[in-house]
């Protein structure tokens, strides 16, 4: 399993949102078929799907019954979902319909889509080692740490994205947001009832706040399990991933179990990172 | 001959495995290119090791579902594909440019509805390489096409009832933004 690196996060995003152009393209004139035979196979449709990205999917569903039919299959977006989001089938079941779940993820500021099947650990630091704070409550270990593990986390795939949140201070509606957060959500999230309907409740399991100066604003998730990989370690060679000094951009490392942002920081500027 | 591995190179490889089609053509194919189409090479491999004891080998194996004229192409296809291999054994890239070159030229002398019969030839025939290359193909040509474009395409109509289409359109409105122009 490669790394999977990304110069920008936003750019990243637009071109897997965009399947990549492939090496060749018809572009003979359409001709009606010939009598003789039919494009009506369905086994022909279950693999040329397989090279086309969501939308042109569902404009192929939309020409015809037929198409509507077999193209809404959901083995497809089974198939077309783990393709874009770039990762393998997880052994979990999932409570919802792939194609409901593709809709309900493609439309983020995208980092990529991780695995989690253990605990998870937080952290603010990207420096190697990672190293598991032994305090016994979530809060005392971010504060004094910046890191935590939380137990009791949904196995399956994650979908982190990278989002801009309007500061608390000012509320313009100008504003497009100036914080960045990291954001990571199961995929099946959005698409439970509870969730639909905010029934939910919520808690804040802690904060850490940075007082002195740093260079950069980061953060990770890993799967506990995981940590050692060879591919998770990759998140900790930041000459990789990381921007250069001036570079303010954000820049965001995927791997198969984790995720990590950094945003390189002016001068004189203040940090707040709080999970 | 059971004992015989499989050649990259066709032209190494003298044995001829002859392929009879549905409407019963004859091929005789070198067997490195046969060993390409997987469906052949477990029939191949299934008759080898009925025949090991009585020391006949009969190499005639019959095709049902596949018509001589996927099949001619495919084959050509093949040995094209094995003839790049060879020539750039120890370079990737080159390999890779080679191939598209050529893939390039070669969809330039197949109409848009021969793709048909030759995916589900190389589907049937179980030949990777080829069925991906067809399929994207056809899914480079309608890649983010108007609804319009595709009918049109592949010569359908429209049978859904008026206003059920519309209906589709709006509920994945989001599928419609930004098409590509005809």
Known sequence: MGKRQLQSVVEHMRKRLRSAKRICSCTSPPQPSRSSFS????????????????????????????????IMDDSIWKFVCLRDLQIPAPPQHVDFKWFNLYTSAFDWMRIGAFLLDSSVFLTEKLS???????????????QSSGCCVLDNV???????????????????NTCDGTMQTLDARHIELFLY?????????????????????????????FDVKNLKDISSCAVFNLNSWVGKINDLHPKAMITLHAVAVNTN????????NSK | MSNQSESPNPTSSSN????KTSDNEVFEVEEAVAMKFCTVKQYFDDENNNNVTSGTSTTLIPLPNVESHPLAILITYCKKHLEIKANNADNKKEMEIDMEHYEREFLKNVMPQELTELILAANYLNFKEALDFFCRAVASAIQNKSVEYVRKFFGLESDFKPGE??????????????????
Not at chain 1, 195 to 211: A, P, R, T
Not at chain 1, 213 to 219: E, I
Not at chain 1, 265 to 272: S, V
Not at chain 2, 16 to 19: F, R
């Open chain 1, 128 to 142: 190697p080692p990672p190293k598991i704070p032994n305090e016994d409550t979530v809060e005392k270990m971010l």
């Open chain 1, 193 to 221: 009832d509870g969730y639909q309907k905010g029934s939910w409740e919520y808690q804040l399991i802690g904060s850490h706040d940075v007082k002195e100066r740093v260079a950069g604003a980061s953060g990770a998730i």
């Open chain 1, 154 to 172: 949904k196995s399956g795939i994650w979908i982190a994205d990278l989002q801009l949140v309007r500061c608390p201070v000012c509320e313009l």
């Open chain 2, 165 to 182: 289409e519309e209906k589709l359109r709006e509920e994945f409105a989001w599928s419609f933004e930004g098409v590509d122009e005809d």
């Open chain 1, 265 to 272: 920081l002016q001068e004189n500027d203040g940090k707040e």
């Open chain 2, 16 to 19: 001829k495995i002859t392929l």
């Open chain 1, 39 to 70: 494009w009506y196979e369905e086994d022909v449709w279950t693999e040329i799907a397989k090279f086309l990205d969501g939308r042109s999917l569902i404009k192929l569903a939309v020409t015809s019954k037929w198409f509507q039919r077999v």
